[in-house]
C-alpha cells in the first residue's frame, strides 16, 4: 500500500529540515499529542503508541542527498513499511510530503488507509509550523 501526504511548503533550507527530522527525539513535536502516548526516542529511533493501543517504532533509514530522509518501521509496528520525506528546493524555502510504502493486507488497509493518511497530513502541517516564524 502506498500513501502520499499532501504536499507543504516550509520556510526552510532542506538541510536544516533534514537536520532536525535526522534527530528522532524532535518527531514527537509533529505527532498530534492528544492520540499518541508512551513516547521514547533516542537519536536514531522512536517509538509511541497510539490510539487503539498499537504500538509504532520509527528508525533512521539514510538519506538520499538532500532530497529524501527515510525512515522505517521497527519491531514493534504492526506491520512492515517505510516512510520517504521527499524535498525539494521553491523559491518560498523547501516543498515536502511524507510518501508510506507498507506492507498491509486488503483487510488492514480499509483500516488503517484514512487513519494514516491524516496523520502524515498532520506531520506535514506540523513540520511546516515548526519552521514558520
Known sequence: MKIKGDTVIVT???SEI?????????IIHLLPKDKISDYTSS???CAFKVQGGVII???QDGVEGQDVLYMKSGEKSPF????????NTVTEGTEGYIQFDGEVN???????????????N???EK???QFSS
Open 43 to 45: 537519536n536514531e529511533m
Open 127 to 129: 513540520l511546516k509550523e
Open 12 to 14: 526552510a533550507e532542506r
Open 122 to 124: 498532520f506531520m506535514s
Open 106 to 120: 486488503t483487510f488492514l488497509k480499509l483500516m488503517v488507509e484514512r487513519p494514516l493518511t491524516s496523520l502524515f
Open 57 to 59: 517504532s520509527l528508525h
Open 18 to 26: 533534514i537536520d532536525f527530522l535526522r534527530d528522532s527525539n524532535n
Open 80 to 87: 512492515p513499511f517505510r516512510l520517504s520525506i521527499v524535498m
